[in-house]
């Protein structure tokens, strides 16, 4: 069964940083690309940013280049979100999400997602 | 960016029904059409992708159909485990994926 675990979210002040993480488990995890996706409270669901399979390619939203960085370690089976200057409309839901094939891109869609890790950016 | 809309945007159907939701793209994402169920405090769930295809293990009262820019999503016959909101997305183009606004599929 495929699992994807998300962990890190919490309180933090505008400015501050978090690092996000997703456990994989019930499949080959090096076999496919990964995403990020969030869900503000309330409201519908953002892309945010998403790696291929060996972390070769990353591609992010417009609203969070130069602050977010996605990575993994495919040893650990496990993909990262590295939140740097964060604002008070990054607050949301993270999802990581698995892509149908070994990039994120064009042509590939998420197959399988996790229940989210909650992050709260606020004074 | 590719820009997705959904009508309606909330749905009030009883079991049984035949519901329908439509998707529309700014411009044309041949077939690159994924649609999703969500239920409240839980992940998505992958129902539809390239437009028309049923994922593993969805049932199949639920069906996809469209190309270019204009997709719907039917369910045939509601079923209780039903009442959820559904977002369709577009992976034609990665820069960056966008989502539908969602539809709320509630009880009459």
């Known amino acids: 069964e495929v699992q994807l675990v998300e962990s890190g979210g919490g309180v933090v002040r505008p400015g501050g940083s978090l690092r996000l993480s997703c456990a994989a488990s019930?499949?080959?995890?090096?076999?496919?690309?990964m995403s990020w996706v969030r869900q503000a409270p309330g409201k519908g669901l953002e892309w945010v940013s998403g790696?291929?399979?060996?972390?070769?390619?990353?591609g992010y939203a417009d609203s969070v280049k130069g602050r977010f960085t996605i990575s993994r370690d495919n040893a650990k089976n496990s993909l990262y979100l590295q939140m740097n200057s964060l604002r008070a409309e990054d607050t949301a839901l993270y999802h990581c999400?698995?892509?149908?094939?070994?990039?994120?891109?064009?042509?590939?869609?998420?197959?399988?997602w996790g229940q989210g890790t909650l992050v709260t950016v606020s004074s | 960016d590719i820009q997705m809309t959904q009508s309606p945007s909330t749905l009030s159907a009883s079991v049984g029904d035949r519901v329908t939701i439509t998707c529309r793209a700014s411009?044309?994402?041949?077939?690159?059409l994924a649609w999703y169920q969500q239920k409240p405090g839980k992940a998505p769930k992958l129902l539809i992708y390239k437009a028309s295809s049923l994922e593993s293990g969805v049932p199949s009262r639920f069906s996809g159909s469209g190309s270019g820019t204009e997709f719907t999503l039917t369910i045939s016959s509601l079923q209780p485990d039903d009442f959820a909101t559904y977002y369709c997305q577009q992976y034609n183009s990665y820069s960056p994926f966008t989502f539908g606004p969602g539809t709320k599929v509630d009880i009459k």
């Open positions: 999400a698995r892509s149908n094939a070994h990039y994120y891109g064009s042509g590939s869609y998420n197959s399988y």
């Open positions: 411009q044309s994402i041949s077939s690159w």
């Open positions: 019930g499949f080959t995890f090096d076999d496919y690309g």
């Open positions: 790696i291929n399979w060996n972390g070769g390619s990353t």
